[in-house]
């Protein structure tokens, strides 16, 4: 498998790496099979462990608090929510090869959803409100999450991204698109919890049906309208009115919403566009279907 370098500064890590931890930290798994697993995840390294298990190892340092993020909500978070979520199952320390901590979490298994090509969009749009109405009901006290934040605080990453994609998008189209979610007003409630990054690669399927839900890096409490960007990611244009009806979402609300996934996409494509095409193409479709929707 090549492996591509998303990160100039991301440490190196292979099968042999995983293997040497394994052995000297938890040795009752060094024997079993290890396979890199290929994803459009970008901030830890995955290797499949044996035939149920995946070893998660941060690329880069600021990948590390999402991984101690995890290990503390995971087990917190599981019996709130309707689908499957990554279990923790052992935890790895720092070695004088590897800098930082890492972890063996059970397999989830599932398929991502395919963009544009999604089996049953109605129910998955029911399965995704069923979801973010289950983070709504949790009353755990948590962290602020790393998103849901007000939209002014991504404005200077945005217009960067903007100068940057300039003859590869509707640019103009784009800022007035941003600048129209920098209008709405912001969230006026108490903090909710959120998982914070919904896109496709974090999102598992079987048989059209969301299953399960991967990467909590970023969950934790603020806006919940950064969630919705699953409805333009995943969602064509019928079933995403069925998603925010079922989730009674004023317009302010999917506003905000909207500027989330228009600002996730724009950071992302000229940043992941050559190390990442997966991610890039899941961006490029983010920007369209904003676009369309307005």
């Known amino acids: 498998m090549t492996v ?55 690329r880069i340092h600021w990948a590390v608090a999402g991984l101690e993020r995890e290990l503390e909500w995971l087990p917190q978070l599981a019996p709130h929510l309707p689908q499957g979520i990554p279990t923790p199952l052992a935890t790895g320390s720092p070695a004088d090869e590897y800098p930082w901590p890492w972890a063996v979490y059970q397999w989830l298994a599932g398929d991502n959803p395919r963009i544009g090509h999604v089996d049953d969009p109605e129910s998955l749009a029911t399965d995704l409100a069923n979801l973010l109405l289950a983070f709504r009901r949790v009353e755990l006290p948590g962290p602020a999450s790393g998103r849901g934040v007000p939209l002014s605080q991504r404005d200077e990453p945005v217009r960067a991204a903007l100068a940057e994609l300039d003859g590869e998008i509707d640019v103009a189209e784009a800022t007035s698109a941003w600048e129209t979610a920098l209008r709405a007003p912001q969230w006026p409630g108490a903090p909710m919890w959120l998982h914070g990054d919904l896109l496709p690669g974090n999102l598992l399927l079987r048989d059209g049906r969301l299953i399960g839900v991967l990467d909590f890096g970023t969950a934790g409490m603020g806006d919940p309208a950064c969630d919705l960007i699953a409805g333009w990611g995943v969602l064509p244009v019928q079933p995403r009115d069925v998603f925010r009806a079922e989730l009674e979402v004023d317009d302010e609300t999917w506003a905000r919403g909207r500027g989330w996934a228009l600002s996730i996409a724009l950071i992302a494509l000229p940043y992941y566009k050559a190390t990442n095409p997966d991610l890039a193409g899941t961006a490029r479709h983010l920007i369209t279907e904003v676009l369309a929707d307005l």
């Open 4 to 58: 591509l370098k998303m990160h100039a500064d991301e440490v190196h890590t292979d099968d042999a790496l995983v293997r040497r931890l394994l052995t000297t930290q938890l040795p009752e798994w060094a024997s079993l099979p290890i396979a890199r697993v290929a994803s459009s995840g970008t901030d830890n390294a995955l290797y499949r462990l044996g035939d149920d298990m995946v070893v998660r190892l941060p």
